[in-house]
């Protein structure tokens, strides 16, 4: 017989009815997601835009960065990109046809500001004004991200001065008067880790800095003084209710056997692994114990913790990949356990195959901070994906995404809030230091006549949106 699986069999019905209660787990409804759940993608400003230097925009330092010799895999640059500034409204149907209601995205500050402050440029707000209304005009709801990044190169000492944190409050009240009668949802950055460490301390992003801990841990200390300064000038100049939010990825561990003891030591690993970020904004104080390191702590002016604790309406979380982690004798309570060398990956060495890290990623941001509403902003891998006869067949992707969204059916019924998804990405796009030579989209881009193809796993998204539930 035939299963509703597709499986063959030969086994007698009472056999079959012996295992009914197996198989009902495999019934579409159990697979299913909540009514209203957003399913969408996510892209950021200087990996998709191009137009670098048109109607006004300012240089970004991932500009300078990106132009730097020797600091991009393949010597390219975003000068570019996926030219989104001149073909959103391509973009917005390549959303449409995923059947997605949702989108994530987000501004160029040097296009608002090209000098980080002062006047703002027209042609910049304008535009995000015209790409706000194509995708409500298509039935997609814009989740907006205020920094991405992409940093105005005037702004003098970047996140080294005090003065960038103000700088980015008055950003982010225009914004907030500019776009919050049409857009609910806000996020302030995009991964501090990324930015701060990655950018100041290991400079492999731009800036390209290598500094001393303690100045790093300073510059940590503005960036998240600007998103509180930014959660509240979103607030306070708001047209219409919104919900404020930010991005951040948190390193999920993953307790190595779901016992008590292993759980509870990936408990406190997400307090270690997010405690400087995470910890700061949900609860308003550095822990004195998780500040990278607590012997160097930054300046803190009175009031700053207050501000950097400002409540937010959601948090957003970027997973790809998993730390394990079990319980152990020391002052942290845990020790991680060292990859093996046979351990699986995609096409970039640390993006290891490891679904069950969104689970825990949502279960332990819950458990360990209560926010109000959990949106992943951010999941997907790289592939080596290849363009055949008008076909990229990334199965390889579609086991990835397969198996983390099940993770994620978990995690919802278990009871935790989950608002959304939001694919990484939707398209191939530049991929900060490796450049074009990585493919994370779930369509393919060529970047000399800029055709966007659909692969295989935008199709078997468009399933999983349709179903509402795991294809």
Partial sequence: MITRRGFVTSVGMSAVASTASHFALAEPQELSFPAGFRWGCATSSYQIEGAVKEDGRGASIWDTFSHTPGKIADGSNGDIACDSYHRYQDDTQLLKSLGANAYRFSIAWPRIFPNGRGKPNKKGVDHYNRVVDNLLENGIEPHITLFHWDLPEALLGGWQSRDTAK??????????????????????????????????????????????????????HHALLAHGLGVQALRANARHDIEIGVAENPSPPVPVIETEEHIAAA?????????????????????????????????????????????????????????????????????????????????????????????????????????????????????????????????????????????????????????????????????????????????????????????????????????????
């Fill in 167 to 220: 700088a980015f409050a008055d950003y982010a009240a225009l914004m907030s008067r500019q776009l919050s009668d049409r857009v609910k949802h806000f996020l302030t950055m995009n991964e501090f880790r990324s930015f701060v460490d990655a950018g100041h301390l290991f400079g492999i992003h731009a800036p390209g800095l290598r500094l001393p801990i303690a100045e790093v841990n300073q510059i940590r």
């Fill in 267 to 471: 408990r406190a690993a997400i307090r270690g692994s997010s405690g400087p970020h995470l910890a700061a904004m949900l609860e308003g104080r550095y822990p004195e114990d998780r500040l990278v390191p607590s012997a160097r702590p930054p300046k803190i002016e009175p009031g700053d913790m207050e501000i950097i604790g400002s409540p937010l309406d959601f948090v957003a979380l970027n997973v790809y990949t998993p730390i394990y982690v079990k319980a152990a004798s020391n002052s942290q309570g845990y020790i991680t356990v060292p990859r093996p060398a046979s351990f699986p990956t995609m096409s970039l060495p640390w993006l290891m195959v490891g679904p069950e890290a969104i689970y825990w990623a949502v279960r332990l941001t819950s458990e360990v901070w209560k926010p109000r509403a959990i949106y992943i902003s951010e999941n997907g891998c790289s592939a080596d994906d290849v363009l055949r006869g008008g076909r990229v067949d990334d199965t390889d992707r579609v086991m990835f995404l397969r198996n983390y969204l099940f993770n994620l059916r978990r995690a919802i019924t278990d009871g935790y809030p989950l608002k959304g998804y939001f694919l990484w990405s939707l398209m191939d796009n530049f991929e900060w230091a490796e450049g074009y030579s990585k493919r994370f989209g779930i369509h393919y881009v060529d970047f000399q006549s800029q055709q966007r193809t659909p692969k295989l796993s935008a199709a078997w998204y468009r399933e999983v949106i349709k179903r509402n539930g795991l294809a």
